[in-house]
């Protein structure tokens, strides 16, 4: 006669409540190794503030992120266009290679952080954690990343219609899909105000 089958305990395996909490409503940006940039290909960044920063279109306060912003322009590194949000900030960025842009990218956000934290008379991390970095590979792409930074402040003005306009483009593109590639895009060029800097 058979008695009863005793159950294995068991290890390892995905466990319910296991592992790192989620902060808020928004998912984190992934901590894992980026894929190698290749310098023809503009990328599409976001950073995002904390909830005790204080808002990033604050006349006094969006007057120190651009020219923070302008500041860290280099030969290698340079934000082509720009749009600041209340919590967050889109940039059009072009770099070298990975390396350029991950250090790139750490310079301007201390920049911008150093800025706020001085205009606002505050201390601590403004940022809240890594940026959010995409290739744009076609003209397409290109004209759709362009059209949504610049024209964003339009989807957040029916939120805050108080809101100035803090978006534009900062520096002249030299990435061929940013000069002259969006050109071919099915949809159209859009506006020399959009390629200006």
Partial sequence: MKGPQLELPTW??????AGRKRQGRLRRVSHKTRPQHVQRFPLHVVLRARADAPPLRRGEIFSAVRHALISALRADFRATHYSVQGNHIHLIVEAADKL?????????AVRVARAVNR???RHGRV?????FARELRTPAEVRRAVRYVLDNFVLHARVSPQADVCAGPLERPRTWLLSIGWRRSRAGPLPVAYWSG
């Fill in 127 to 131: 940022f809240a954690d890594h940026y």
């Fill in 100 to 108: 350029t842009l991950s250090r790139g990218m750490q310079g301007l």
């Fill in 119 to 121: 205009v606002a008379a």
């Fill in 12 to 17: 390892g395996g995905r466990r319910k409540g």
